[in-house]
């Protein structure tokens, strides 16, 4: 049976002893929660927010435990943009394994990023949407949510050979990727490109 912190945080491991992804963990129960499952990463999907409490304590636990903390914002409703999507990859590259992924509810953000990631490492797009599944990550997408489950095999009928993580890196367009989900009649499963 999970422990109940791992199902009050929807905490799952993505590869065992590799990477594993998560609600926002309560800032007091932070240390400890990492601690306990060898976290040695921490990637935030909320962004750099320096203005808010949370992410000043969620950096600040991660400083003294000694845990490298990265920022790669992504929201789910609207088209990550090149800058964004190179952020996560960057992260993946940097962090040290163990790492956790997290957003809040670490229901679609969080599935997008698990499932890239599985995408880069073993390139299995059937493995990687498996990171969408309602059961068990809670993943029950509202209307402007539904493009996410779609990047995956967009970056696998786009990217030109030279692997995922080099095509977000270089190649990954939002507007392009906007065209292709408007052929495919998901014109409505988001609300915009993110600002650049």
């Excluded at 943009?81 to 992924?101: D, E, H, K, N, V």
């Excluded at 957003?103 to 299995?124: E, H, I, P, V, W």
Aim: proline share 7%; net charge positive.
């Amino acid at each position: 049976m999970r422990p109940l912190s791992s199902l009050l945080c929807n905490f799952h491991w993505i590869v065992p002893g590799e990477a594993a992804r998560s609600a926002q963990v309560h800032s007091a129960l932070l240390g400890p929660f990492l601690a306990k499952r060898g976290i040695r990463a921490l990637i935030n999907l909320r962004g750099r927010h320096p203005e808010f409490s949370w992410w000043r304590r969620e950096t600040g636990v991660c400083r003294r435990a000694g845990i490298a903390h990265f920022d790669a914002m992504l929201d789910s409703r609207q088209l990550p943009t090149a800058a964004m999507m190179g952020a996560l990859f960057q992260a993946f590259a940097q962090a040290p394994r163990p790492f956790l992924i997290k957003c809040s509810g670490g229901q679609d953000r969080t599935s997008l990023a698990a499932a890239l990631y599985l995408l880069a490492r073993n390139g299995s797009g059937a493995v990687a949407l498996r990171q969408f599944s309602p059961l068990p990550f809670l993943h029950f997408p509202k209307r402007r949510q539904r493009w996410l489950r779609h990047l995956p095999r967009y970056a696998e009928e786009s990217q030109s050979g030279a692997g995922v993580e080099q095509w977000a890196r270089s190649e990954y367009d939002p507007a392009a990727f906007a065209v292709w989900l408007q052929a495919q009649g998901l014109g409505h499963s988001y609300s915009r490109i993110y600002p650049s």
